[in-house]
């Protein structure tokens, strides 16, 4: 039911976006003059698109083949660009209505050249929001000192990939490829990295293993992996890959603790629900300790004052603009790293993939390259 309620009001605002764009850019641009009816069919159809993929995207059956679906989530892309660009010329036109200036009569040349680059720029501008989300991300380093650490680390920090119908194989080698060069020490992986049936995965999953690190690669449970049936998915790590899977454990090196925690969603599915219990009880708290927990508001409903950091993804940064104030809202944080207390730090990444339209607005995609320090 929240979910069909949630694609009804996507698809009013998607809705409401595509008239905007009509009335607003369309019908005000000489450029156009004889050409509304077509743009009021192509803005139809592109509408219609937008709704095929939002009911299809999630269907069991599977009706899109992976090349449609990345050609389909691309298609969000034009009306968000383009209803930016029509309120920022309402905007305009006000602040020269303000003025007195909004009935002056410009030269039809500066106009038709004016028109032609506001066109340009929104093509520009929805295929720059489009590469964001599809490139490979940018390694963002971070240096971190850590109470009681007794030798240097560098961690490799993954979250969000979101293998499946749009990022899959050739996305994972050129990830596993920049995160090898920066050699690290260990391999975070904190949830969502599969969304699509485990078993289309089958057949690359196991390139997991490519990544080189000295203590191994740690993985821990993400809202999506409980989506796509979170026991088939265990079945498929634990079967194609060697990952330490941290499903409410505690993982003691010697020099540092490595806990997973169980998302979130699992209290609302009714497996797998978080237990920071059954982690304290194998935690050594006199050893530094870093915890895995996909959902950053996790540290709002937990006691997690034992654990020196804690790494989050979930919120991919908002990813596009401007839902970051709403995942503020639910979330409590949108990216970077936060002070929780003396001793407690939370990093939350941006992630290295997305979800939904292949669209990524002032939330670029990041691989995080931690180095931890003992002081």
Request: hydrophobic share 50%.
């Amino acid at each position: 039911m929240m979910y069909l309620f949630f694609c009804f009001m996507v698809l009013a605002i998607l809705g409401l976006l595509n008239f905007y764009i009509y009335k607003r850019l369309i019908k005000k641009f000489l450029i156009f003059k004889y050409f509304h009816k077509l743009f009021a069919f192509a803005l139809t159809i592109l509408f219609l698109i937008q709704v095929i993929f939002l009911i299809l995207r999630r269907n069991q059956y599977e009706y899109l083949s992976d090349s449609l679906y990345e050609i389909l989530a691309m298609l969000y892309a034009p009306t968000y660009c383009l209803f930016f660009v029509a309120l920022i010329l309402d905007f305009i036109r006000l602040v020269l209505a303000m003025l007195g200036r909004i009935d002056k009569k410009y030269n039809i040349f500066l106009r038709l050249l004016f028109e032609i680059g506001v066109v340009s720029i929104s093509v520009f501008l929805t295929y720059m929001s489009v590469n964001s989300a599809l490139k490979i991300p940018e390694i963002k380093t971070l240096n971190l000192q850590m109470a009681n650490l007794k030798k240097d680390l560098k961690i490799a920090v993954l979250t969000d990939l979101h293998l499946g119908k749009n990022l899959h194989e050739n996305f994972l080698d050129q990830i596993i490829n920049k995160v090898n060069l920066q050699k690290p020490d260990m391999v975070f992986i904190i949830g969502d990295l599969i969304d699509a049936n485990p078993k289309h995965l089958e057949s690359y999953i196991s390139k997991l293993d490519d990544l080189n690190s000295t203590y191994g690669t740690f993985y821990a449970v993400g809202n999506h992996e409980y989506y796509h049936g979170i026991n088939q998915v265990l079945k498929l790590l634990k079967t194609h890959t060697k990952m330490k899977i941290l499903l409410n454990q505690n993982e003691d090196l010697g020099f540092v603790n490595i806990a997973g925690l169980a998302d979130l969603t699992g209290i609302s599915k009714g497996l797998y629900a978080p237990n920071l219990e059954r982690i304290k009880a194998d935690l050594n708290t006199s050893k530094p300790s870093i915890l895995l927990a996909h959902q950053p508001k996790t540290v709002l409903l937990y006691n997690l004052k034992d654990f020196d950091l804690i790494l989050s993804g979930h919120t991919h940064g908002g990813q596009i603009f401007p839902f970051m104030f709403l995942v503020k809202l639910q979330q409590g944080f949108v990216h970077g790293l936060y002070d929780l207390n003396q001793k407690t730090k939370l990093y939350v990444s941006s992630g290295a993939g997305f979800w939904g339209p292949s669209l990524r607005v002032f939330a670029p995609s990041e691989i995080v390259i931690l180095n931890l320090k003992g002081k």
